[in-house]
């Protein structure tokens, strides 16, 4: 089984105002987060990109092979 790791630190900021008063918010932390890998993932190839803020995890994955069927005709 394979794991990807992710982790990284938010800061979250929200403002509420009106003529009679002013609020503002911070929030921040640090955040780790695991990523569970399917069983057919190809582990080697696994790409990831961060742009906007935004990860992007491409794992490329192994063809499942079919069962062969076989209909069998039952006498009797």
Excluded: Y
Excluded at 18 to 45: C, I, M, Y
């Amino acid at each position: 089984m394979a794991m990807i790791p992710s982790f990284g630190e938010r800061n979250v900021e929200k403002e509420d105002k009106n003529d009679t008063w002013h609020r503002v918010e911070r929030s921040s932390g640090k955040f780790f987060r695991r990523f569970r890998l399917p069983e057919n993932a190809k582990v080697d190839q696994v790409k990831a990109a961060m742009e906007n803020g935004v990860l992007t995890v491409t794992v490329p994955k192994e063809e499942i092979k079919k069962a062969d069927v076989k209909a069998i005709e039952i006498c009797g």
